[in-house]
């Protein structure tokens, strides 16, 4: 498997996995009204957003390579 498959898979799965964890994190929040989990809902977004981002900027980056 090379680097950018890799890569992919990985990015994807951080990415599940973060999505995962600000919904479980909303989920808390809706159940116990506590600040720290709203908190870690919206890092959790962020999160996320950032992973996407850099996703793109890693895929760009290698199908310039590639060439």
């Known amino acids: 498997m090379s680097l950018k498959y890799f890569h ?3 990015m994807t799965i951080a990415s599940i996995m973060t999505i995962a964890n600000g919904y479980l994190f909303y989920i808390e ?3 116990y009204n506590e600040t720290k989990y709203l908190v870690l809902t919206i890092l ?3 999160f996320c957003v950032a992973l996407i981002l850099y996703n793109n900027y890693f895929l760009k980056k290698m199908s310039t390579l590639d060439d």
């Open 44 to 46: 959790a977004v962020i």
């Open 8 to 10: 992919i898979v990985f």
């Open 29 to 31: 929040w809706r159940s």
